[in-house]
């Protein structure tokens, strides 16, 4: 079993950046390839940003290709979401996953509890 605890959200203005933390626990994190996901209220559950097992393969939505950029240290069981030039409509709570990976939500076997995120003047 894995422990995924977020961290790091915040309401930000717009053009702000924040940086999300996922703290794992339990069954070794680089086993796992890992994602965030975001949801807002009324919306699906989106993909944002997916990493590889090492971090060797990224993947971002279009919507924030440019502006966030997803990491880990699997040393710390820690992943992270660097998120640069934040808009409005980023707004959501944003959620760490660890999993076989990919863009579905299905390909995800932890979650976390999310962090919320907003972004506003």
């Known amino acids: 079993q894995v422990q995924l605890v977020e961290s790091g959200g915040g309401l930000v203005q717009p053009g702000g950046s924040l940086r999300l933390s996922c703290a794992a626990s339990g069954r070794t994190f680089s086993s796992y390839n890992m994602g965030w996901f975001r949801q807002a209220p009324g919306k699906e559950r989106e993909f944002v940003a997916g990493s590889s097992r090492y971090g060797s393969i990224r993947d971002y939505a279009d919507s924030v290709k440019g502006r966030f950029t997803i990491s880990r240290d699997n040393a710390k069981n820690t992943g992270y979401l660097q998120m640069n030039s934040l808009k409005p409509e980023d707004t959501a709570t944003y959620y760490c996953?660890?999993?076989?990976?990919?863009?579905?939500?299905?390909?995800?076997?932890?979650w976390g509890q999310g962090t919320q995120v907003t972004v506003s003047s």
């Open positions: 996953a660890l999993g076989n990976g990919g863009v579905a939500p299905s390909g995800y076997y932890y």
